[in-house]
């Protein structure tokens, strides 16, 4: 199974980014989909979750209303969509699936079975 993030970059604040994730080597529509990142001495955060079919999306609410998840089963990517960034948004974000047999809460980094390897983003003020 392979997670491949793309899209990092340096932005101001104010600003906008699209991030994307491609998935590899498992049956993607059978997996809900999720985006954390990490900050600099932080532990890895939930930013948002977006269930197999795409019909269910939850944020965190930091970024509620900022940032949109959505993904094209068609072509096993996931994405996150990031307006109006704030300084406070610099991290490194990864994407993940979910765990097929339930392994906890969604908010929990313990739910998911495979992660990529994080694509960095800097939101300067």
């Known amino acids: 199974v392979q997670l491949e993030e793309s899209g990092e970059g340096l932005v101001q604040a104010g600003g906008s980014l699209k991030l994307a994730c491609v998935a590899s080597?498992?049956?993607?529509?059978?997996?809900?989909m999720g985006w954390f990142r990490r900050s600099p001495g932080k532990d890895r955060e939930f930013v948002a979750r977006i269930s197999k079919d795409g019909d269910s999306t939850t944020y965190a609410d930091s970024v509620k209303g900022r940032f949109t998840i959505s993904r094209n089963n068609a072509v096993n990517t996931l994405y996150l969509q990031m307006n109006s960034l704030k300084p406070e948004d610099t991290a490194i974000y990864y994407c993940?699936?979910?765990?097929?047999?339930?392994?906890?809460?969604?908010?929990?980094?313990?739910?998911?079975?495979?992660w990529g390897q994080g694509t960095q983003v800097a939101v300067s003020s």
């Open positions: 080597g498992l049956t993607y529509k059978f997996y809900h």
């Open positions: 993940a699936a979910e765990a097929l047999l339930n392994k906890g809460s969604y908010y929990s980094p313990e739910a998911y079975d495979y």
